[in-house]
């Protein structure tokens, strides 16, 4: 079971959050036109369960047009920082301004286990019981009107799932 540590001050970007009936909201309305705009630390997503899970997006609950990877108008990309068993750098192999530790918990939109650089890193979206890390998106915009494709109520699922944690997986220990 996954806790939303949402507007307790303890995320940097909680302003941007609200939360009602048991959803959380994030109004990006403000954002720049045709600019690229990353929004860390939304709120954090904390694994309240027993048992280690990997944490990710569904990559199927966001449409494909409003993907960063082939839509246009405004697009997003969720994104976590802050892994407890993260260790990503920037390199020349991704995209320009995404920040050292910034890393999509979409996969680039494909299914665990995820692929970066050539590397497995699934291991990368394992939270430990207890374990937390920050939820945040980053957002394109082709210069297209300011709503782009994103309507007002586009929703993404967080998933915790046990079964998918690798069987090499040892803890945050190794």
Known sequence: MLAFDTGSGDAENSDYVSTSGGEVSIDIDALNVDATTQINDLFKIRNQGT???VVYVDPSSIDPSDRTTNGSGLTIDPQATGRPNGDYTNTSGVSSGVEDDQISLT???SDPPYEYLGESSVEEFVLESGESFEFGLY???DGGDDTGN???STEITIVADTTVVPDSYTGDDN
């Open 139 to 141: 957002v394109n915009s």
């Open 150 to 152: 994103l309507s007002d």
């Open 107 to 109: 996969g680039l939109y």
């Open 51 to 53: 048992q280690p899970a």
